[in-house]
């Protein structure tokens, strides 16, 4: 099995040493991770740029502005996020997007933010890494009238009709250990409708960690156990289904990635 994490958090308050959760992804079969930089206050862009540059053989980092910060940023952050997404280490722009179910930013300030970096990605020829939480109707709208066609629905968490809009704009749909869960049958309904060849496993971690791990930090060595359930769900064996899926986060990410 060759795995690819393609969505994951490895912040130093999580994860101190860096090296070893990586180590341990690899004695998992994970052979790449995308590790996505996050605004985290005004002048802070998060570790993941540094920790890619640390270990560029397994490591590739996106930047964006999430959408419940998207009320903290200034007008400086937006300058910085432009230009770290337009070095040629970083692969996409987010994640981004919209989370109405929370909503730490109000409903406006998301809308914007999630336009601005969507003419961010266009102007620089770079997927989107997009958050949606409650809010299918608004994002799909966003990225029809911004004419987005390439990026990937991380955390995938909606229903069959959800899945089949993003299909129809030309998004992968990357699913997380959420998938492993009980009472999710709206969720693995959709996994099963998608094609393999438009899904992405991940991990999200430190969050969401797939059963059996569920209740513990995640980490990117515990994807395997997403593509196993994706694998389950679809009647197809488990090495097919990660590698298919690590295919498919190698081509839209454009990675030099061996698999």
Not at 42 to 67: V, W
Not at 162 to 179: E, P, T, W
Not at 210 to 236: D, H, S
Request: charged content about 25%.
């Amino acid at each position: 099995m060759k795995l690819i994490d393609a969505h994951c958090h490895l912040e130093p308050k999580d994860f101190p040493v860096a090296a070893d959760v990586i180590a341990r992804a690899r004695a998992q079969q994970v052979v790449h991770a995308i590790v996505v930089g996050q605004f985290q206050k005004p002048g802070d862009f998060g570790f993941a740029l540094e920790a890619a540059r640390a270990h560029p053989d397994f490591l590739t980092p996106t930047m964006g502005i999430h959408p419940h910060d998207a009320a903290a940023a200034q007008p400086d952050d937006w300058a910085t996020l432009e230009r770290l997404c337009g070095l040629p280490e970083v692969k996409a722009v987010g994640e981004t997007g919209l989370d109405y179910f929370y909503n730490h930013s109000p409903k406006a300030e998301q809308l914007e933010a999630f336009h601005r970096q969507c003419q961010l990605a266009k102007a620089l020829k770079k997927p989107l890494v997009i958050h949606v939480r409650d809010a299918h109707d608004d994002c799909v709208e966003v990225l029809r009238s911004e004419g987005m066609r390439e990026g990937m629905i991380h955390c995938f968490t909606g229903d069959t009709d959800a899945a089949r809009r993003y299909l129809d704009l030309g998004f992968f749909i990357s699913i997380s250990g959420v998938v492993t869960y009980k009472k999710n049958e709206a969720l693995q309904a959709a996994v099963r409708f998608v094609p393999v060849e438009r899904l992405m496993v991940e991990t999200d971690s430190p969050f969401l960690a797939p059963v059996p791990f569920r209740g513990k930090k995640n980490e990117p060595g515990y994807v395997a156990e997403t593509a196993k359930k994706i694998a389950e769900l679809k009647g197809l064996e488990a090495d097919e289904v990660a590698l298919t899926c690590a295919k498919n986060t190698r081509a839209l990410l454009g990675l030099d990635v061996a698999l």
